[in-house]
C-alpha cells in the first residue's frame, strides 16, 4: 500500500551540484509527473510521461532531465543546481487511459534547497 | 491554453461555519475534469472532490460539495461545518480529454489558504 513513494525528502545542495530525485509508484499505472510547488505559484508540470520509455516537457521544463526506463519509476535530474531550483517537488502518477480519471496519486514531495 | 485562477490567496473560517472557495477556469474545451485538493502542513496531496464536466449535477463528498457553473466557468468548493482539520492549502485543478479521449494533464490553480479558526 505504499501508492507513490519519493526520496530523499530533504536536500541541501550547493550551488553548480547535481542530483536525481527517485519517484516509485506501485500501482502499475502508466502515467508519473513530477511537479514543482513554490510559494503563491502554486504546482507547476515540469516533465511527464505516458508510458515507459517516453517522457514529455511540461509548463517549466528548463534545468530538468527526466527518465522513465521502468514502468514504476521517474527520474528527475539537476545537471547544475541552481537557487532558483529551491522548491518541493512532487511526484505523481495516474492510471492514465480514456477514464474514469480520478486525478493523481501524489507522493509526499521533497524538499530542495540551493544555497 | 487552459488557466485555472483563484482569487482569494487566504481565507478563514470560525469553527462550524460554512466557507466557499473560489475557481475559475479558462478553456475552449467542452470535455474535462475539475478538481480540488487540499494540502494540510504535512504537505501532502488529498483529493477532496472532483466533477465531470458533462455532468450538470454538483458533486457532493459528505460536509464537501461544489458549485459547477460551465457557462460562467466557475466552480466553488463550500466547505460546511467547518473542523479544525480542515485548516490547509486547497488547490482547484483542471483536466481535459487529449486527443483521442486520453488523459490531459492536471493545471492548477495557485492556491487558497484556509484557516479555520477555534
Known amino acids: 500500500n505504499a501508492g507513490v513513494t519519493q526520496t530523499p525528502k530533504f536536500r541541501v545542495l550547493k550551488t553548480g551540484q547535481s542530483m536525481t530525485l527517485l519517484c516509485a509508484q506501485d500501482m502499475n499505472h502508466e502515467y508519473m509527473y513530477w511537479y514543482r510547488q513554490d510559494p503563491g505559484m502554486g504546482l507547476r508540470l515540469i516533465h511527464y510521461s505516458v508510458g515507459e520509455g517516453t517522457t514529455a516537457k511540461g509548463e517549466v521544463p528548463d534545468g530538468y532531465n527526466v527518465s522513465r526506463l521502468k514502468k514504476q519509476n521517474f527520474l528527475l535530474g539537476l545537471e547544475s543546481a541552481a537557487p532558483s531550483q529551491t522548491s518541493v517537488y512532487f511526484c505523481?502518477?495516474?492510471?492514465?487511459?480514456?477514464?474514469?480519471?480520478?486525478?493523481?496519486?501524489f507522493g509526499s514531495g521533497t524538499r530542495l534547497t540551493v544555497v | 491554453a487552459q488557466t485555472v485562477t483563484q482569487s482569494q490567496p487566504e481565507m478563514s473560517v470560525q469553527e462550524a461555519e460554512t466557507v466557499t472557495l473560489s475557481c475559475t477556469y479558462d478553456t475552449s474545451e467542452n470535455n474535462y475534469y475539475l478538481f480540488w485538493y487540499k494540502q494540510p502542513p504535512s504537505r501532502q496531496m488529498i483529493l477532496v472532490i472532483r466533477q465531470e464536466a458533462y455532468k450538470q449535477q454538483n458533486a457532493t463528498e459528505n460536509r464537501f460539495s461544489v458549485n459547477f457553473q460551465k457557462a460562467a466557468k466557475s466552480f466553488s468548493l463550500k466547505i460546511s461545518d467547518s473542523q479544525l482539520g480542515d485548516t490547509a492549502m486547497y488547490f482547484c485543478a483542471f483536466m481535459k480529454h487529449a486527443y483521442g479521449g486520453s488523459q490531459g494533464n492536471l493545471i492548477f490553480g495557485k492556491g487558497t489558504k484556509l484557516s479555520v479558526k477555534p
Open positions: 505523481a502518477s495516474s492510471p492514465g487511459g480514456t477514464g474514469p480519471w480520478n486525478g493523481y496519486t
